[in-house]
């Protein structure tokens, strides 16, 4: 850093005015961000109470499917959740579907839109657009839909509506209270993860599911609470459900190395279903928006298709869980498996794209599963060196097809895991789902979470990584080498080094410096030239006093959100461990410059090893004595 012109002038002292004070520099200097502090207590202990709260209304939303149900397919009052396919109705079936599809329909005409769906992609649209503020009616509304269109046979899962519902609670709590935005978001996410965790006793992944599709972050002020809520949503499963697996199975194996390669080949094929699924979905859904008919009505005519094919195929009708246990307990042949695979995915997505309410994990643990065992049948028949358990292929592809579907990986293996505690199951589940999330990501660029909102014009972010500007400190890209001013000297002089050539002074603003070399405030080029014919003025006439400063041991993350908060373009970089001495500057150029290094990273390839394999040439004899 050069030294300041006046200088070479005068080395008097610089009187010291209060407003030049270093310890006013305080209070411009970027606050120090701590992962955790004493709020996130309190935090915690609001996701707490509130995971309580959804853990019970996840228990109420199923008996209240189950008491619809029973009312309209058996005529009883009774809120055991029990499957629609044992019913006598006879044909008079098919219209049941069509009845709730009537309701939902008129419950969204005139309630709220937003109940339309399967709620975790409406979820993802108000934390990425609205800053996590969900409707207060979507709190009812969305479970009261929900019940309406799973207890009169719809195809769907309770799991989708009550991960809706409880971030909807979390939401509305959050919005009655002195929060942030970003609590906010983290309140949402830890009722929504409470809900999963109470249905389905999975609360790990109920934990990743809120980091892929809700918080589109890994940071400790928010999977705390998360962490809590999904624990204390288990526990109140545990309390009215038991401590067994919710899908259980017998006890598989370890797989060979034969039939983990296959599964992983599975895996594959699993992706190619889930891109299939995610296309015929969204093409219904687009074939639903060229109907000459209001929405209104859409739900009623994909219950009708529900009907049908509940007629032909009764175990399509409702929730399903009973289907998956199944299919995973290997108690269906090939045609079984086959049907009932073809005819979900027939009945679901017509209904799903229909706009009716309804859950979308469930079915595609039905379809998927079913997809998994039949080709585990074929495997098996055909290659039975390899080893290859039908049980095993069905519940990888179960959580394959998933995978491929959502592109939530590591939900989708730790929710396999966790709803059949299959400890053998975790390494072909990694193979399968992450050769599923290969294909699907090679062939969709969105998927059946976001395709609905992307079409909004939301920007979904899909790579979660930790911010480049955070790594770098601030006194690293700096400069440092710049001409600074004192206070006391005269603008005249100031004028003249400007206009002098020398490269230091090729900047816009410059610092200016007490005598000890402890900055006091930043003079602007067009200011020093505009006033240089002024008599009797010094810089510190024209200077802005107390500029924004940072440490140089900040990081750029720091730098980056003090300029936003000061409404400047350059920092005074000082050194907090000199008694404030000036270490340069920063500005918005260097934090541009800095992601060079990411770029590089993430774009150059180049290889650093390199090994000679070309033979040895020997050694040309030295040229004899006497020859020149």
């Not at 009932?340 to 979308?360: E, H, Q, V």
Request: aromatic share 6%.
């Amino acid at each position: 850093m050069s030294e300041p012109s006046s200088l070479q002038h005068s080395r008097a002292a610089v009187p010291l005015a209060p407003a030049l004070d270093t310890t006013l520099f305080d209070a411009r200097m970027p606050r120090r961000f701590r992962p955790l502090d004493r709020r996130v207590l309190w935090i915690v202990a609001v996701a707490a109470v509130l995971a309580g709260v959804v853990g019970v209304v996840a228990r109420l939303l199923t008996a209240l499917i189950g008491l619809v149900t029973n009312l309209v397919y058996y005529g009883t009052v009774d809120a055991t959740l029990r499957s629609p396919a044992d019913h006598h109705l006879g044909a008079w079936a098919i219209l049941l579907p069509v009845a709730g599809g009537l309701v939902v329909g008129v419950m969204a005409r005139f309630g709220s839109r937003a109940i339309r769906g399967h709620g975790i992609p409406e979820a993802m649209e108000q934390v990425l657009r609205n800053e996590s503020r969900i409707p207060p009616i979507i709190t009812w509304l969305k479970p009261a839909s929900s019940a309406v269109a799973i207890g009169t046979g719809g195809p769907f899962g309770a799991e989708g509506p009550i991960i809706a519902t409880g971030g909807a609670m979390g939401s509305l709590l959050a919005q009655l209270m002195h929060v942030t935005a970003d609590e906010r978001k983290t309140l949402l996410a830890a009722g929504a993860v409470a809900g999963m965790a109470a249905i389905f006793a999975t609360p790990i992944a109920a934990v990743l599911l809120a980091i892929e599709l809700l918080l589109f972050e890994r940071k400790a002020r928010s999977l705390i609470p998360v962490a809590t809520a999904a624990m204390i949503g288990a526990a109140v499963h545990a309390c009215f459900e038991g401590v067994a697996p919710v899908f259980p199975m017998p006890a598989l194996a370890a797989a060979p190395v034969g039939a983990l390669a296959a599964y992983v080949a599975m895996g594959a094929a699993a992706g190619l279903a889930a891109v299939a699924i995610t296309r015929l979905t969204y093409g219904i859904e687009d074939a639903f928006e060229r109907l000459p008919l209001h929405w209104m009505w859409w739900p009623a005519i994909g219950g009708l298709a529900v009907g049908i094919v509940g007629w032909f195929m009764p175990r399509t009708l409702g929730v399903g869980y009973d289907n998956i246990t199944l299919v995973l307990g290997g108690g269906l042949g090939l045609a079984g498996l086959l049907a009932l695979g073809l005819m979900k995915l027939c009945s679901w997505s017509i209904a799903l794209g229909s706009g009716t309410s309804g859950g979308t994990l469930a079915p595609m643990f039905t379809i998927g599963g079913a997809f998994g065992g039949a080709l585990g049948l074929l495997v098996a028949s055909a290659f039975p060196e390899l080893g290859v358990d039908p049980r095993m292929a069905a519940l990888v592809c179960m959580a394959a097809v998933f995978a491929g579907a959502s592109r939530a990986f590591l939900t989708s293996v730790v929710f396999a895991f966790e709803a059949t505690q299959q400890v053998h199951g975790l390494l072909p589940l990694l193979g399968a789902c992450a050769a599923a999330y290969l294909v699907s990501g090679l062939l969709m660029r969105n998927t059946i979470m976001t395709e609905k909102i992307v079409r909004r014009g939301v920007r979904v972010p899909s790579d979660y990584s930790a911010d480049h500007l955070d790594s770098v400190h601030v006194r690293d890209v700096c400069t440092q080498d710049l001409a600074c001013f004192l206070g006391e000297e005269r603008l005249a002089d100031a004028c003249k080094a400007l206009e002098g050539g020398n490269p230091q002074f090729d900047h816009h603003s410059f610092p200016v410096l007490r005598d000890d070399g402890v900055p006091c405030g930043l003079v602007a080029r067009r200011d020093v030239l505009a006033r240089a014919g002024e008599d009797g003025l010094c810089i510190r006439d024209v200077m802005q006093p107390s500029p924004a400063v940072i440490g140089g041991d900040h990081s750029l993350r720091d730098a980056a959100d003090h300029m936003v908060e000061c409404g400047v373009g350059r920092l005074l970089v000082i050194d907090e461990a000199a008694a404030g001495q000036l270490l340069g500057i920063v500005t918005r150029a260097d934090l541009l410059d800095a992601h060079r290094g990411r770029l590089r990273s993430a774009r150059q390839a180049g290889r650093h090893l390199r090994f000679n394999l070309a033979p040895v040439k020997p050694e040309s004899p030295p040229p004899a004595a006497g020859r020149h």
